[in-house]
């Protein structure tokens, strides 16, 4: 059980938060729990509904497939069983089984990066940064890197603050 009950009513918010749920639900149809429970400040709330603006970036360079290919591997290397699950069932949805696929070798290079990112490496062996480098720009890599980053902040968050599952991601 969540450590902190998300919001359910965008009534009890002040303006700005009630402007920024109403914003949530627009974008994304529902009110995820993980929103609900940043949606408590909402300087927490911008922080992480920034990383969409480069998560959109990255389904452009990447395709739908290879991002979540890449955020599974990051959320379960991170160990968060929110995410994780989360991004099982986008792989799912694009008719792919996160336990037994073939991934393309730009996704190969994207789970290898996810797994050193997830599992908080502080430094790229040669070969993956090689890699890296042949398949893509310095922008990319900062894009990359960067969601990266915000990932497993959200991968903490909703470790730390032991969010529920959402409903829809248990069917």
């Known amino acids: 059980m969540a ?15 009630r402007h920024a749920y109403e914003e949530e639900i627009e974008r994304a149809g529902m009110l995820t729990n993980m929103k609900g429970t940043t949606l408590l400040s909402l300087a927490v709330h911008q922080a992480y509904a920034s990383s969409y603006l480069i998560k959109e970036e990255l389904i452009k360079l990447l395709g739908k497939r290879a991002f979540a ?4 591997a990051i959320s379960n290397s991170s160990g968060c069983l929110l995410c994780s699950t989360y991004f099982r069932r986008e792989l799912r949805n694009l008719k792919v ?4 696929f073939e991934p393309t070798p730009r996704e190969q290079i994207l789970m290898e990066l996810g797994l050193a990112i997830g599992g908080r490496k502080m430094n790229l062996n040669s070969d993956l940064w090689g890699s890296l480098k042949a398949e893509f720009s310095e922008q990319d890599i900062v894009n990359l890197v960067g969601f990266g980053g915000k990932m497993v902040a959200t991968n903490i968050f909703n470790s730390i603050l032991e969010v529920d599952l959402d409903p829809y991601l248990t069917v």
């Open 69 to 72: 290919v890449y955020a599974h």
């Open 3 to 17: 450590l902190i009950q998300p919001v359910k009513d965008s009534d009890v918010l002040d303006a700005e938060r």
């Open 97 to 100: 089984d996160p336990k037994d």
